[in-house]
């Protein structure tokens, strides 16, 4: 199952009303066959501007960031569920992207440019594209009658 984050803007709630809209929340995943792997609070803030929502301007929102794993299939199922809860102001889901692995090439930056792979390749295509010199046993390395 891929992972996902769910972006979460709460109304501003007493603490036992926030709580019950986070299980809520997690319920309906759990209800969808989702594994919550990371819940954090990132607190209440001022928003950016002010957002009506359900009918009611809001000016202040509790944010949360839920981490969960499920199937594709239920993400809309999830959204919409989110969309009619009148306490969430906004929602949004992320699909995480696996890291990409490297390799670190530190070792290989810090020797000087001649030694380096990628300039000797460089250096090997310039020397296939180079142009022979003009010589026509003139003792010249260029045609004198150019223009």
């Known amino acids: 199952m891929p992972s996902y984050e769910l972006s979460l803007v709460l109304r501003q709630l007493p603490r036992p009303e ?9 319920e ?3 209800n969808k066959g989702g594994i ?13 501007h002010k957002v009506s929502e359900h009918g009611v301007v809001h000016r202040e929102g509790t944010h949360f960031t839920i981490m969960f794993d499920t199937a594709p299939t239920k993400i809309l199922d ?8 009148i306490d ?5 889901v992320y699909k995480v992207e696996e890291p990409v692995e490297f ?14 792979k990628d300039v000797q390749e460089l250096i090997d295509i310039a020397k296939r594209k180079q142009k ?3 010589n026509y046993n003139s003792g010249l390395d260029y ?3 150019q223009k």
């Open 132 to 134: 022979p010199k003009y």
């Open 28 to 30: 309906a995943i759990f």
């Open 103 to 116: 390799r670190c090439t530190l070792h290989e930056e810090m020797l000087p440019p001649a030694y380096r």
């Open 88 to 92: 969430i102001i906004r929602k949004n």
């Open 18 to 26: 926030l709580i019950s809209v986070i299980k809520r929340t997690a």
């Open 36 to 48: 919550i792997r990371k819940l954090e609070n990132l607190g209440t803030r001022p928003l950016p």
């Open 143 to 145: 045609y004198p009658f």
């Open 78 to 85: 999830l959204k919409e569920e989110f969309g009619r809860d």
